[in-house]
């Protein structure tokens, strides 16, 4: 089965200082990882995705994520964080083989502050 | 624009009572998904379907039930078998086929307890 794990339920950072949002996967196959941003009472928005080839990921508002197969880890960055950064972030893992099936983590609350 | 309505935004039910969310979406998807998400667990899978008049249940169906009569449609029934029903109710979704393309949200039903 594949799983999720996002060990840190919040994050704090100052503005103008880069984030790192951490995220690691379990699975059997070759993954395809997401990151979703959600503000309050809204749903979740997409911010980029990892399917294959390059590792570094470029994704909305300035967002990037790094694979590493290896430490199996696909971890959110930002090199300045702004206050409006400030959601519960996701990260997903789905199989090829499975479809569009999503596997959450538990999601992380990034706080920003001035 | 595309994309995905959820309604209403806030739902009230007494003990007893089922009642019933809807999704609708005109991205022209034939997968949707009904997603349970409560404080610090993430996205829990309640039912999905890929295509018309079919749909299969996810990892939390009990006291659940849905339909799919129509491509855009996707109402979710809570019934009163569900005990724990108060929660944010997340609609969403996606193309079929192409694994590696993000689900799509609705803005979400919070659901409470009279």
């Known amino acids: 089965a594949q799983s999720v794990a996002q060990p840190e339920d919040q994050v704090n950072v100052a503005e103008g200082n880069p984030l790192t949002v951490k995220c690691t996967y379990s699975?059997?196959?070759?993954?395809?990882l997401f990151w979703y941003v959600q503000y309050p009472n809204r749903g979740l928005q997409f911010l980029l995705k990892?399917?294959?080839?390059?590792?570094l990921v470029k994704g909305s508002y300035g967002f990037e994520a790094e694979f590493n197969k290896s430490q199996t880890s696909f971890h959110l960055k930002k090199p300045s964080a702004l206050v409006s950064d400030s959601a519960l972030y996701f990260c997903a893992v789905s199989l090829s083989f499975a479809g569009n099936m999503l596997t959450f983590g538990g999601g992380t609350r990034l706080m920003v502050k001035p | 624009d595309g994309g995905i309505t959820q309604s209403p935004k806030y739902l009230f039910r007494k003990e007893g009572q089922n009642v019933t969310l809807s999704c609708e979406q005109n991205?022209?998807?034939?997968?949707m998904y009904w997603y349970r998400q409560d404080p610090g667990q993430g996205l829990r899978l309640i039912y999905y379907?890929?295509?018309?008049?079919?749909?299969q249940k996810g990892d939390i169906a009990e006291g659940y039930s849905v339909s799919r009569e129509k491509k855009e449609s996707f109402p979710l029934t809570v019934t009163s078998a569900q005990k724990n029903p108060t929660a944010f109710y997340l609609c969403a979704s996606s193309i079929v086929g192409e694994t590696y393309q993000p689900q799509h949200f609705g803005d979400g039903t919070r659901l409470s307890i009279l």
């Open positions: 990892y399917i294959t080839g390059d590792n």
């Open positions: 699975v059997s196959g070759n993954p395809y």
């Open positions: 379907s890929q295509i018309v008049n079919d749909f």
């Open positions: 991205l022209n998807h034939d997968a």
